[in-house]
Every structure is written in C-alpha cells, then in structure tokens.
C-alpha cells in the first residue's frame, strides 16, 4: 500500500513538473514568433518616431473611440520627426470615436506638416478624420466622402410575435430606452433621434464648410450622403490632389521645404502585439497540441472576444456601407 502511495505522489510530481515544462516551451515558443514577426516587420516601436524622418501611420477598418492611439499620436507630436504621412482606408465608423482621432490628428497637425493619402476610401467617419489635414491626396479610384450621419437599429417586434414572445418593461418615461427594437417606434421617439442626427449632419457639414471652405451649393452638392472617387472628389474640392505617397513626399518637399530624400518610416498607433492577433490562435493550437486544452480555450476565446468587441459598434454612426443604402 506504501509503495502504491509513492508511485501515485511520484506520478503527480512528474506531471506538475511536465507541465510547467510545457507552459515554458509555450512562452518561448510565443516570445520568438513574436521576434521573428518584428525582424521581418522592421518598424519602429510602439511610440518610436525617428528624428528628422517622415512618420507613416495608417488608419484603416472601422474608427472606435481608442485612447491608445490617441496616446500615440500625442507622443508623435511631440516628436522630431520632420513631417506625418497619414494612409487613409476606411469606411468610417461611430461619431464620437471619428471626432476624436479628427481632434489628435489636428493636433499634430498644428507641430508637424502632415499630408493624407486616401488609399482605398476615406467614407464618412474616415473623411472626418482626413479633413485634419491641410492637404488630402487620393487616387483617381478611392471612394472619398458620404457626408452624413446614421442611426440604425434592428425591430424583432413581428419575430417575435411569429414566436410568442411578449417584452414588457417598467420605465420612467416614454423616451427611456427608445427604441428598444421590441415593438414599433413611436412617433415622439423618432422624432427625438431625428433631432440627433441632424444636430451630428449639422456639426460634420459645418467641419466640411470649414476645413474644406465649401459654401451653399458647393457644399449641399457634396452633402447628400453619396461617395465620390478620388477624380470625382477632386472637382469638387474634397481632395487637393490625385496620386499616392509620392505625390505626398513631393508636395511636402514643395509646400513646407521638406527634403524628399527623407526616409519614410512607418509609425504605429498601437503595440506590435495588437497587431500580432494570429498570436492567439497559434498559442491556442500550439497549447491544445501539448494536452492543456483548458488553457488553449481561455486564450481561444480572449482573441475572438476582442474580435466581437471591435465589430460591435454602439451609438451614432458615420459609417459607409452600401449594403446598408447609406
């Protein structure tokens, strides 16, 4: 019976051991797919603008309210670089997160020449920020525009009547929580989220009218929610110029005396691990394989959780998306 207890007490021991080997062979494993990416990658860190260089930062995919980046841009101003090329491509997204990045894009604006380039689309939200600029450049084919703002949301009254299902609720007015998407908005309601979004139409036209110096009918012809290509939106003074990151270091070279051999170098507006999101799934599969699947879940899960977050888009939106007719 004693030697059945040693055996037992000595099997444990091996398998604390083994897997304590085996979280490190993770974290190694982990730790150099991460310098192996940064190797390649060959960017500056997190933070780190190069003295008397060109800064690049990209914005790209669907614009949240994000303090990091806000952080980073704020350091960048602070920086030496000579000059900021901002890539542009994206659709748009809330109001409140598009107005934040126009604020700190304008704030380094105000220390360091900077120049946009819409690469695919600078759409509603994206434009906002884009306008930080003093001079915006897009190719004859990027999608530039859709001027206005959007309140969207879902009603599953007729579903769930289809269903039997009844939502009651207990509030203290009639506008608390409207619309709910259980049962039709009421006219008051509706007329209370008309009023926000024209009041946000109001603030991004008068953004347009003054970055942009568009008045009356230039301005109501650009207005109307619709997205222009590049060749469209230079007619109508949405963009200064056509062409890419060349015509970008050339007009920096022309209007603020910036030499153009100066290397481009790439910013980032957040961590390299941000940006390394295969890392969660291959830490997953690489701890599922060693046998702790309990702990390939949980880092399983933490990636797409952080995925669903960054979709999941509350509040005012100035957002392009054709699907959507807006």
Same mark, same amino acid.
């Given at each position: 019976?004693?030697?059945?207890?040693?055996?037992?007490?000595?099997?444990?021991?091996?398998?604390?051991?083994?897997?304590f080997w085996r979280i490190f062979a993770v974290v190694?494993?982990?730790?150099?797919?991460?310098?192996?990416?940064?190797?390649?990658?060959?960017?500056?860190?997190?933070?780190?603008?190069?003295?008397?260089?060109?800064?690049?930062?990209?914005?790209?995919?669907?614009?949240?309210?994000?303090?990091?980046?806000?952080?980073?841009?704020?350091?960048?101003?602070?920086?030496?670089?000579?000059?900021?090329?901002?890539?542009?491509?994206?659709?748009?997204?809330?109001?409140?997160?598009?107005?934040?990045?126009?604020?700190?894009?304008?704030?380094?604006?105000?220390?360091?020449?900077?120049?946009?380039?819409?690469?695919?689309?600078?759409?509603?939200?994206?434009?906002?920020?884009?306008?930080?600029?003093?001079?915006?450049?897009?190719?004859?084919?990027?999608?530039?525009?859709? #001027?206005?703002?959007?309140?969207?949301?879902?009603?599953?009254?007729?579903?769930?009547?289809?269903?039997?299902?009844?939502?009651?609720?207990?509030?203290?007015?009639?506008?608390?929580?409207?619309?709910?998407?259980?049962?039709?908005?009421?006219?008051?309601?509706?007329?209370?989220?008309?009023?926000?979004?024209?009041?946000?139409?109001?603030?991004?036209?008068? #953004?347009?009218?003054?970055?942009?110096?568009?008045?009356?009918?230039?301005?109501?012809?650009?207005?109307?929610?619709?997205?222009?290509?590049?060749?469209?939106?230079?007619?109508?003074?949405?963009?200064?110029?056509?062409?890419?990151?060349?015509?970008?270091?050339?007009?920096?070279?022309?209007?603020?005396? #910036?030499?153009?051999?100066?290397?481009?170098?790439?910013?980032?507006?957040?961590?390299?691990?941000?940006?390394?999101?295969?890392?969660?799934?291959?830490?997953?599969?690489?701890?599922?394989?060693?046998?702790?699947?309990?702990?390939?879940?949980?880092?399983?899960?933490?990636?797409?959780?952080?995925? #669903?977050?960054?979709?999941?888009?509350?509040?005012?939106?100035?957002?392009?998306?054709?699907?959507?007719?807006?």
């Amino acid at each position: 019976m004693s030697l059945e207890a040693d055996y037992i007490v000595d099997r444990r021991r091996m398998r604390r051991k083994l897997t304590f080997w085996r979280i490190f062979a993770v974290v190694i494993a982990i730790a150099a797919i991460a310098g192996i990416a940064s190797v390649l990658n060959g960017n500056g860190r997190f933070g780190d603008a190069g003295s008397g260089q060109i800064a690049r930062i990209t914005i790209s995919g669907l614009i949240r309210g994000d303090r990091d980046r806000v952080e980073a841009l704020d350091t960048l101003s602070k920086s030496q670089v000579r000059a900021v090329i901002v890539h542009v491509d994206s659709p748009g997204g809330t109001t409140a997160g598009s107005e934040q990045l126009h604020d700190a894009l304008r704030r380094v604006a105000e220390k360091k020449p900077m120049v946009v380039v819409v690469d695919g689309m600078a759409a509603s939200g994206a434009y906002i920020a884009a306008m930080a600029s003093d001079h915006i450049i897009a190719m004859d084919t990027s999608l530039v525009g859709s #001027i206005g703002v959007l309140f969207q949301y879902p009603n599953f009254g007729d579903l769930l009547k289809t269903i039997g299902v009844k939502v009651e609720e207990v509030k203290s007015s009639p506008l608390k929580a409207a619309p709910n998407g259980f049962e039709p908005t009421s006219p008051e309601a509706t007329a209370a989220l008309d009023a926000i979004v024209k009041d946000s139409y109001a603030w991004f036209r008068g #953004i347009v009218q003054d970055r942009r110096r568009l008045e009356g009918e230039a301005l109501d012809r650009v207005a109307d929610g619709r997205v222009f290509t590049g060749r469209q939106a230079m007619d109508l003074k949405l963009v200064d110029e056509i062409g890419d990151e060349r015509a970008a270091v050339n007009w920096l070279a022309k209007a603020k005396g #910036i030499d153009p051999d100066t290397k481009v170098r790439d910013y980032r507006l957040r961590s390299r691990l941000d940006e390394l999101s295969f890392l969660h799934l291959g830490a997953a599969a690489l701890l599922d394989s060693m046998g702790l699947h309990a702990f390939a879940r949980q880092i399983g899960e933490a990636g797409t959780l952080d995925t #669903i977050d960054r979709l999941n888009l509350d509040g005012l939106l100035a957002l392009w998306h054709p699907s959507a007719n807006n």
